[in-house]
């Protein structure tokens, strides 16, 4: 199998240090991915649109990046993220 490698821009999104989303405790992350779900902008929510553009064209849901990221913001920005995200942790908890 052979890698490929991907950048930011490949996807329309800027690059951010990578201390930028290093990430932190567990209540830090929580709330960085609260906010996130929330529409907050910036380095963390870069970085989570263009993995999921990856994933989109990897399953065929995107023709690009670009296309991926633009359907991961309007996932988050329209609330369909944080719903998905919602319906998850209702199954989970039983």
Known sequence: M??????PEDAGLPVHPFRDILGGTPE???TA???LLGGAKGAYRDAVCLNAAAALVIA???AGLREGAEMAAE?????AARAKLEGLARITRG
């Open 28 to 30: 830090e992350n929580a």
């Open 60 to 62: 065929g849901k995107a």
């Open 33 to 35: 991915f609260t906010a």
């Open 2 to 7: 052979t890698g490929a490698e991907i950048h």
């Open 75 to 79: 996932s988050i920005e329209s609330g």
